[in-house]
């Protein structure tokens, strides 16, 4: 298994930015029923979401939460020599846009910068790298941004996925501190179902044209969308993780000798309120220590658990916490995390 | 098992008018949609210890096919 395990780095500071677009899932009826619309909202405990305008993209999130970040903290820019930029939704095919960032942010040119193309599992991929590029002993400080525009690429014809999706970015700031203790990640991977959840146009396997655009009714629900649009097959993906999800939580648990009542928190990635639901119960946890921010944000993809920690644990990190995070789902790719945090500055909600 | 089926397909798919009937078309449920799968699959999961993927699931119409199928891989 891929497990690793790193020494005293951390997160010392988190910002999260959302659109000031807010989404009424209950009124969210242009294409469907008001009946269909609060079924869905109640089942997957989504209310509200954040929609960005058509010419703000996830980096612009990022970048408002990195802004607030470096000000709050008062980060000298010349000392991070590590920006990372984790998005499904980067503003171009190429360069990569952490690059693109290095210069809005005015970060030095000897940093480090490049994108890490994940979904859901993304921000505890992106921890993990950060970590171990962190042992470097010149390494100072990092930036690890992740954002996404989920509304940009779903169907809002789709019903399978017209009312779960939501936008959002984060900055996190990760430094080396002996306070952090040690940090442990499992993570993992399963390309025989790349197809569950999935964009077909747009790359070079199947490039843009005109046919790519069309929008077509796909099931026997009616449900419209074109190659361009995002799909996702939820029963396999639900079947796939209900039996991986906890199998790998059970399996760093064991490496680790930790059992579940070490943790403060458990932070999962917020997919829908059925989904943690079911893991709450499986795992028999208190549900106080499961923060949840499904209701106000909807699924923002790899933004999620950052997002609930920066919303729902902000007065809550002072004190050193040990955390446990679980990341899953588009790839399929899937992550497990134990963490500690102390005095983790956590700014104010930015609205965009 | 019959039973074990119809109270986990009534409480997945929160049907209180009626009784279950092996020879019933889940499909036409009008509880069954996207969400009411998923609720059946963790249901499966949890009271059978099985999974049913998506394009099997699909070639299943009565109740019976799924009573069958899962007999077929509690085997």
Known sequence: MAYLKYSNVGISALSAAVPKRIIDNFTYTSFFSAETAKEISEKTGIKERRFVDDSTCASDLCFAAAEKLLVDVHVDRSEIDLLIFISQTPDFRMPATSIVLQDRLGLPKSAVAFDVNLGCSGFLYGMSITYSLMQQSNFRKALLLDGETRSRVYSAKDRQVAFLFGDGGVAALIEKDENFGESHFSLNSDGSRHSLIKINAGGYRMPSSCETVKEKVVDEYGNIRSEEHGYMDGGDVFNFLIREVPKDIDSILRTTGHTLADFDYFVFHQANAFMNGYLVKKLKLDSAKVPMSIEKFGNTSSVSIPLTIATQLRDKLKDRKRVFLSGFGVGLSWASAIVNFQDCQISDLVEV | ?75
Do not use: C, H, P
Not at chain 2, 34 to 41: F, H
């Open chain 2, 1 to 75: 098992m019959e039973q074990e089926l119809f109270n986990g397909l009534k409480e997945a798919l929160e049907i209180e008018d009626r009784e279950i009937k092996l020879t019933d078309n889940f499909r036409q449920f009008k509880e069954w949609d996207s969400l009411g799968q998923l609720t059946v699959i963790a249901m499966l999961d949890e009271r059978f210890q099985v999974a049913i993927e998506t394009k099997q699931l699909n070639k299943l119409n009565t109740v019976g096919d799924l009573l069958n199928e899962i007999k077929t891989q509690s085997k």
